[in-house]
């Protein structure tokens, strides 16, 4: 079995600041090379950011639940590796990134579908009791 790499970044960009001095955290998610980024939504202070511990550096509670809440969305992504890895499935760093935020690769059903599907079985049993 092929080795895999697999890393999880959080990662503040100081070119994107809003007046108010906070900026977005984006997960990066590294996968055999193949990088993907997403913003998790969470804004900080540029000033309290510590980008070796990825993390938010003060004990308020703002700060602390800030902290949880990216130690919460890095489990989260481990989860959806490992159930990857479980399942045998091909894994790069889109499809984690997809996984995480709903986004799947299945498509929509519309009702016409539906109705088409119905009258073709319909028509498969025409003429043996049925429809």
Known sequence: ???KTFKILFVVKASRVAKDGKSF????VTVNGQRCETS????????KW?????????DSREDQELNLRLDTIRMRIMQIYREME???VEINAKKI??????RN?????MLLDVFREHNERCH???????C
């Open 1 to 3: 079995m092929k080795r």
């Open 25 to 28: 955290v984006y997960l990066r």
């Open 40 to 47: 998790v939504s969470l804004r900080v202070d540029l000033k």
């Open 50 to 58: 510590n980008t070796v511990a990825e993390k938010v550096i003060g």
């Open 86 to 88: 479980f399942d045998n």
């Open 97 to 102: 990134i997809d996984q995480y935020l709903g």
């Open 105 to 109: 690769e299945k498509t929509t059903i």
């Open 124 to 130: 498969k049993l025409a003429g043996k009791g049925h």
